[in-house]
């Protein structure tokens, strides 16, 4: 089973992909070719930050309350994509960019 | 205010007098092969430093008659630590020399100098000058220098060691007198102390600057300079071996005591010296409980990886 | 007299039994005590009970910072002159923290929580404290840490704790960062004989970015790396490298709960009078030479994301 994500980010065209509810957001979009904002890939660090803006996500790990936090109003504002998966087909705002990645770089080298 | 760190503050040199015409032998050695760089010299004496250091020097050669240890010199904090310890050796009945600024080496602030238990002169003071980094004060590549690459380029002087007869004196003195810790010692089967490690800049990594051992008093037993790990030091063995340098029977070796990896060689005055990494992880602190090792161990205590004891290796060098 | 030593870290963590894997299993650090809130943990070659706490808590990030003094009477001294400062303190309690005697916890300016003490229980080094085994034992699980080196604190302005460390709490400024108007980005401060106890970065107040395990040898950090590639550990992009500043071997990696830890090696001593040697100084534009001395360039997650 798979539920489809679609990642919105100011600037950048829409992408959409389909997400396992065992795999991280963050992991299926790297499988599809997008390179997501990350760092510590633990929920402590704040890198792949998102907002929810439509469906529900699970938590298949903590996520640091302080970078869930808006940092001005400190109101719960983002999702940690690197510890948070589908629970339903979702649309997520992502707080920075994200890169392409070439999922066969050497198979993209053969001619033709 | 008291927060403060105070008293013997760092090792800073070693002043060694050697029958040596125009010391061109020994700088030969120290600044051409072994790799110091020379800060200062005079009609009197060279005055060479490591590397990494901005002081102006670790070491100080200089022309007598016969070979011989002068002296090992400490910077203090400041002049009310110059004088407190003054008192405190005095009161512990050995006379304190004094001397003014830039007497008798240059660069030094004014000074004492007194002989210890163990018939070693040390000489304290609380200003020294700098050369300044050789890399640099601004965004440095914290690099050997070109031209020292392929000597030993020792970074830092890391401890000396010392024999004495009477080694329980000699480190109660350092302690009790001059705050000294004691990081590692070795005991008789019936409990006698007959080697210590000490140590005293607040140290949290190193655990000595003087090496006690059993022996004759006065006299010198190596002198240890820093590496950063054992990988340069077995390379720095490749350069010194090409060199014609004699290397000690050990080789290099994980030495127990202390903790160090270490390779052992003489200059070509027959000066055992060291170089050093690593060492014991403890922090200048009343409670800090030294690691002790008796005598029957003292095979691996002083070499892990042979076998038994280098007789050669207790005696002293200097 | 002072502060002799950066004693332990106590970091936040989410999961607790993870935590507890990750610093013994993959950092090899010895498990000392733990119950359903806390673990401590020790390094192999430290003698004092612990160099890491873990504390169970809803975020990531760094609780406060344990300093030892070698004088029972520098904790009245230092919290008079903490509060003298118009910093907050507060008094701990003997059993508020395991495996020490009780201590005056100080929030610098840089918003940190930094705990002094005097007494800490002694569980002997790992090779035993009589006639002890030199070597890394055949059995020893995870990586060959000697012991907790320094940490890196994050804070919007490093100027105030910078001023108040050296003034106060007798630190010496060995390397800095500065902008062009000679503000400080980074400074590394000594309590001790070493060229760094406690770092502070740039970053929201009050945050944590890394703390770093000290190595004997560029050998060891090379197989802790191969260690953290092993359990999976997620691993700073330039794998292993040399910082400039400082030049040490280093690689960086996160705990389970995402806080930075470092694996590192070097020999740099910067032993005196605090403020004899002036500090070394970093320009912007040779700063990402200084932080990954191979590379040149510094990822953009190195100071954005703290915990």
Known sequence: MTYQVKLQHTGQPSVTFQCRPDQTILQAAYDNGYLLSSTCLRGGCGACRAQLIEGAVAELAPMSRFHCQDPVSGEFKYRLLCVASVASDVVIETDRPWQTRRKNPLSDRLPG | ?318 | MAISRFSYANVRVMDLQKAIIHYTDTVGLRLVESDDQRAYFQADECQDHHCVITTLSDRAGIDHVGFKVNDPSDLVEAAEAASAHGLAVRDVPLGEIAGQGPGVMITLPSEHNMLLFYHADKIGYAGGMHNPVPGVSKNKIGAKVSHLDHTLLSCENAQPTVDFLTEVFDFSCTEKVVDPGGNIIAAFMSCTNTMHDLALGPGPNGTFHHMAFGMHSRGEVLEGVDILKEDEVPALEYGITRHGIAGVTTIYFHDPSGNRNEFYNGAYQSPGRPGLVPPIIWDVENFSRGAFYYEDAVPPAFFDEVT
């Not at chain 2, 110059?82 to 030094?108: C, F, H, R, Y």
């Not at chain 2, 009343?286 to 050669?312: F, H, K, M």
Request: with cysteine.
């Open chain 2, 1 to 318: 205010m008291g927060l403060k760190h105070r008293g013997i503050l760092r090792i800073a040199y070693v002043r060694l007098g050697l029958n040596d015409n125009r010391l061109t032998q020994s700088l030969n050695f120290y600044r051409d092969r072994f790799g110091m760089l020379e800060s200062m010299r005079d009609s009197e004496r060279a005055y060479l430093r490591c590397w990494h250091e901005t002081f102006q020097y670790n070491l100080v050669l200089e022309q007598t008659a016969e070979n011989q240890l002068i002296e090992i010199g400490f910077h203090l904090r400041d002049e009310e630590d110059l004088d407190q310890l003054t008192d405190k050796i005095e009161a512990a009945g050995i006379e304190v020399e004094q001397s003014p600024a830039n007497e008798p080496l240059k660069g030094m602030g004014r000074s004492i100098a007194f002989t210890i238990p163990g018939g070693q002169r040390l000489r304290l003071f609380a200003d020294m000058a700098q050369s300044g980094y050789v890399t640099g004060f601004e965004s440095p590549d914290w690099v050997t220098p070109r031209e020292l690459r392929g000597t030993a380029a020792p970074m830092f002087l890391n401890h000396v060691g010392l024999t004495s007869a009477d080694p329980g004196a000699t480190i109660d003195f350092l302690a009790n007198v001059l705050g000294f810790g004691l990081s590692e010692k070795i005991v008789s089967e019936d409990g006698k102390t007959l080697s210590g490690l000490l140590f005293r800049m607040c140290r949290d990594v190193g655990g000595q600057e003087l090496a006690i051992f059993p022996g004759e008093d006065g006299h010198l037993h190596h002198i240890a300079f820093t590496k950063e790990d054992p990988n340069d030091i077995l390379i720095i063995g490749q350069y010194l071996r090409e060199d014609g340098i004699n290397i000690d029977a050990y080789g290099p070796t994980k030495q127990s005591y202390g903790n160090t990896f270490s390779l052992h060689f003489f200059d070509d005055m027959g000066i055992r010296l060291e170089l050093c990494c690593g060492g014991r992880n403890i922090d200048a602190h009343p409670e800090s409980e030294p690691i002790i090792w008796t005598e029957s161990e003292l095979a691996r205590a002083l070499s892990y990886y042979d076998s038994d004891v280098n007789p050669g290796f207790l005696d002293h060098s200097l």
